[in-house]
């Protein structure tokens, strides 16, 4: 089979999205793990979930002390605080602030307006084909 060059492309694609991304991020002052961190609370809290970190070390695969160093960074910056829980003290929640919050809403506009640009490219079918062919891709490589 030809190599088409078609990871290269995909390469492209992201390497371009993420510089849209890293724009906000630096206007915050976050850097993506920061980011990734922030979304995981804001959902979860969406979701009426409440986050500790451990859920946040079980979710971005870090060990207990980057995390609490990555927790204290955020929180020294004004991104989220820690409270404790009523029944026992020794479990801090994190939540974010409204600091926090925006900086959540911001990244939701720029994926948007991302998916606005890919949807604006191809048609309702393109869209789907292209859909399912990034699920074929995926399922393959998690399979290996």
């Known amino acids: 089979m030809e190599n088409k060059r078609l ?16 724009k906000i991020l630096s206007e915050y002052g976050v850097t993506p793990v920061h ?6 609370i804001h959902i979860r809290n969406l979701n009426g979930a409440r986050v500790c970190q451990k859920d946040i070390e079980n ?5 207990p002390s980057s995390v609490s160093s990555l927790i204290s960074n955020l929180e020294n910056d004004g991104f989220l605080v820690r409270g404790t829980d009523e029944e026992n003290a020794r479990k801090k929640y994190i939540e974010l602030t409204l600091k ?15 998916d606005g640009i890919i949807q604006s490219a191809l048609s309702e079918e393109e869209q789907r084909q292209f859909a399912c062919l990034l699920d074929k891709i995926i399922d393959k490589i998690e399979r290996r």
């Open 7 to 22: 990871f290269g492309k995909i390469c492209y694609v992201h390497r371009q999205m993420l510089r849209e991304n890293n």
């Open 35 to 40: 980011l990734r961190t922030l979304v995981f």
């Open 59 to 63: 979710h971005l695969n870090l060990r």
């Open 100 to 114: 926090g919050k925006e900086a959540c809403k911001e990244d939701k506009q720029m994926m948007d307006e991302c």
